[in-house]
Nanobody
Framework: VQLVESGGGVVQAGGSLRLSCAAS????????MGWYRQAPGKQRELVAT???????NYADSLKGRFTISRDNAKNTVYLQMNSLKPEDTAVYYC??????????????WGQGTQVTVSS
């Protein structure tokens, strides 16, 4: 199962970006989907996750600015990021887990998309 992210870029502080991540391949069902990020010199951290049919889960520090959503019919997850700050600068990675058509569990990562917030 492959994940392809899009929507990253350069934005001024206070601006917004919307990331998208589409899962493709031999998918039976996608369960959890989410976003993580990794800033230079730091560990990868949780941004937000969302189970299939479940409520979103956010990093406490991002609640109120970031919104995760998903379209199960398209196996796609989105991340709307508002009021961006320079400290949001990072590579954002998409993650998805579920079962493929052989009913084997998969846990896939995207290649990452760069988000740069200028001050």
């Amino acid at each position: 199962v492959q994940l392809v992210e899009s929507g990253g870029g350069v934005v001024q502080a206070g601006g917004s970006l919307r990331l998208s991540c589409a899962a493709s391949g031999s998918i039976f069902r996608v369960d959890g989907m989410g976003w993580y990020r990794q800033a230079p010199g730091k560990q990868r951290e949780l941004v937000a996750t969302m189970a299939r049919g479940g409520s979103p889960n956010y990093a406490d520090s991002l609640k109120g600015r970031f919104t995760i959503s998903r379209d199960n019919a398209k196996n796609t997850v989105y991340l709307q990021m508002n009021s961006l700050k320079p400290e949001d600068t990072a590579v954002y990675y998409c993650n998805a887990g579920g079962r493929d058509t052989a009913r084997t569990i998969f846990d896939s990562w995207g290649q990452g998309t760069q988000v740069t917030v200028s001050s």
